[in-house]
């Protein structure tokens, strides 16, 4: 089993950075495709960014490309969103998910999820 905990949001103002982190215990992710993704108040969650289990392939949807970007430490078992230049429709709370899958857009790819952060910002 894998338990992920994110941590690193925070209320920002437009135009800020943040950078989200998601901790995993329990198992090593090293062999598991990690994604992020957000659900804001009354919408579908959707995905944000994934990178496979080596690091060596990112995928971002197309609202956060040039200002998110996705990293992994295995050797920590630590995923990473870098998240520049926000928006207020970023406000969202963000989740990890570790998938043993390759469809990394989808949720139904992944297994494990962290319980949330939240982020927001202010215009």
């Known amino acids: 089993q894998v338990q992920l905990v994110e941590s690193g949001g925070g209320l920002v103002q437009a135009g800020g950075s943040l950078r989200l982190s998601c901790a995993a215990s329990?198992?090593?992710?090293?062999?598991?495709?990690m994604g992020w993704f957000r659900q804001a108040p009354g919408k579908e969650r959707e995905f944000v960014a994934a990178?496979?289990?080596?690091?060596?392939?990112?995928y971002y949807r197309d609202s956060v490309k040039g200002r998110f970007t996705i990293s992994r430490d295995n050797a920590k078992n630590t995923v990473y969103l870098q998240m520049n230049s926000l928006k207020p429709e970023d406000t969202a709370v963000y989740y990890c998910?570790?998938?043993?899958?390759?469809?990394?857009?989808?949720?139904?790819?992944?297994?494990?999820w962290g319980q949330g952060t939240q982020v927001t910002v202010s215009s």
């Open positions: 990178i496979s289990w080596s690091g060596a392939s990112t």
């Open positions: 329990g198992r090593t992710l090293s062999s598991y495709g």
């Open positions: 998910a570790a998938g043993g899958g390759s469809y990394y857009y989808t949720a139904f790819n992944y297994d494990y």
